[in-house]
């Protein structure tokens, strides 16, 4: 078994499924406390066989068992913990062993460079200068014992010369180990994302499908579900002409049924238009028209529900005639929603809109004195099928389909919606379309 999954077993499983650097500080956390515990294990049979330390000896066991903890340590806390857990096991083990060997004059002093390199893998980058300045501290404390002559050097020239190829040795060993690990743990991060990438692109990819999908079937079904309910509103308003023929009760009936029919008309129009412009089939249909026609059209059209509501309204056009040369059946559906919500939206209140040239561009603004909304409602307006919220929907009625739909036309028409809003004072959309399209 290789060695990285070998290690790989003793990282815990929660790690193993959540972010990937994460992952990779458990998997180093892992290697580096069993890599230790064998170091630490081999020291101490050094220490009872060619340098008889007993006091060594017993310190390497204790680090030992420690090392081997720590697999433990990292599944019942978090990464932070067992990453300085393992960095402060390191620092006193070294500090201890350095001084039971003969303190600042023990071969050991080297596997200090090893602790700020491994510091920076298993905590926060932050936390090596951290670590970097204990050992400092700790190798001027060394130095110090050293200068007033506490330290107590056990050493001979043969036992020196030993101790000090073996740790060479073993710092070199750590080294190629730590570098082999990661760059192994570095290789399989980068091949664990470019999976789920890949996952998460086919993923993407088959969402598309299914929505343009959906969105082409919907286009191309305009005809199959106007027709029948064209039919439908057609004879209702033919049998209603039939006043001398219908009871009053008959009469109640097929208006109902004529108003349902009108209301899933508005509602099929409306989701067949927006599959169009998600499916992009939606095309434009440029001809030429004045503002003033087009805003008076759009007044006529709503005068009903303004003087149902009791509203004033109050419209603002450029003094200079104003050509536009674009698709306006489009453009005058946006002008309907937008008016038509302040409308609906307001009771006994003022409707204003506000027209005004810049550039290329017209800036058509409506404002209304109505129930306004918060930001989170703002947020949610332009979704498809939703409104403000559930009672908004209850009381005033509606598909959620308006407002999307007229900032998609805008966009089509090169321009966007805005809004802006203070709930219970009132709200101002502002359209933007090109001049010319």
């Not at 001084?99 to 926060?124: C, E, K, N, Q």
């Not at 003087?307 to 004033?312: A, D, F, L, Y």
């Not at 919606?417 to 933007?432: D, M, P, Y």
């Amino acid at each position: 078994m290789r060695l990285s999954k070998w290690f790989g077993r003793f990282t815990p499983r929660r790690y193993r499924k959540g972010d990937p650097n994460n992952y990779r500080r458990a998997r180093f956390i892992v290697s580096l406390s069993l890599l230790g515990l064998v170091g630490a294990f081999l020291l101490a049979l050094i220490f009872c066989g060619p340098l008889p330390f007993l006091s060594g000896a017993v310190l390497c066991l204790m680090g030992a068992l420690i090392y081997g903890a720590i697999p433990v340590v990292l599944t019942y806390t978090n990464l932070d913990i067992a990453g300085h857990f393992l960095v402060l096991t390191f620092f006193c083990l070294t500090g201890a062993i350095n001084y039971a060997i003969g303190g600042w004059s023990g071969p050991l002093l080297i596997w200090y460079a090893f602790l700020p390199a491994m510091a920076a893998l298993v905590t926060r980058a932050r936390w090596a200068v951290f670590w970097a300045v204990l050992v400092v501290a700790q190798m001027g404390g060394l130095g110090w014992l050293h200068i007033h002559g506490l330290d107590r050097p056990r050493l001979n020239v043969d036992q020196v010369h030993l101790l000090s190829f073996l740790s060479i040795l073993g710092f070199l060993c750590a080294l190629l180990i730590l570098t082999f690990l990661y760059e192994k743990f570095e290789s399989q991060i980068i091949r664990r994302l470019q999976r789920n990438n890949r996952e998460l692109a086919f993923a993407r990819d088959q969402a598309l499908a299914a929505s343009q999908a959906k969105s082409s079937f919907l286009a191309n079904m305009s005809h199959e579900f106007r027709t029948p309910l064209n039919a439908i509103i057609g004879y209702s308003d033919m049998l209603l002409e039939e006043e001398d023929v219908l009871a009053d009760h008959q009469q109640r009936d097929l208006a109902r049924i004529r108003e349902s029919g009108t209301h899933l008309l508005k509602l099929v129009n409306g989701l067949l238009d927006l599959s169009k412009v998600e499916a992009g089939k939606m095309e434009l249909e440029v001809s030429e028209v004045t503002l003033e026609s087009l805003i008076r059209e759009v007044e006529d059209t709503l005068r009903p529900l303004v003087q149902k509501q009791e509203n004033t309204l109050t419209i603002d056009l450029p003094e200079q005639p104003v050509l536009l040369s674009t698709d306006v059946l489009k453009l005058k559906q946006c002008l309907i929603n937008l008016l038509g919500n302040a409308a609906k939206f307001t009771q006994q209140g003022q409707l204003k809109l506000l027209a005004r040239v810049k550039g290329n561009l017209l800036l058509v603004e409506v404002h209304d004195t109505g129930i306004g909304m918060s930001v989170e409602q703002m947020n949610m307006i332009f979704i498809p099928f939703t409104q403000a919220d559930a009672s908004t929907t209850r009381k005033y009625g509606g598909t959620g389909l308006g407002l999307t739909l007229a900032r998609r036309f805008a966009q089509l028409l090169g321009g966007d919606i805005q809004v802006r809003s203070e709930l219970n004072k009132g709200s101002v959309f502002t359209l933007t379309t090109r001049l010319k399209n």
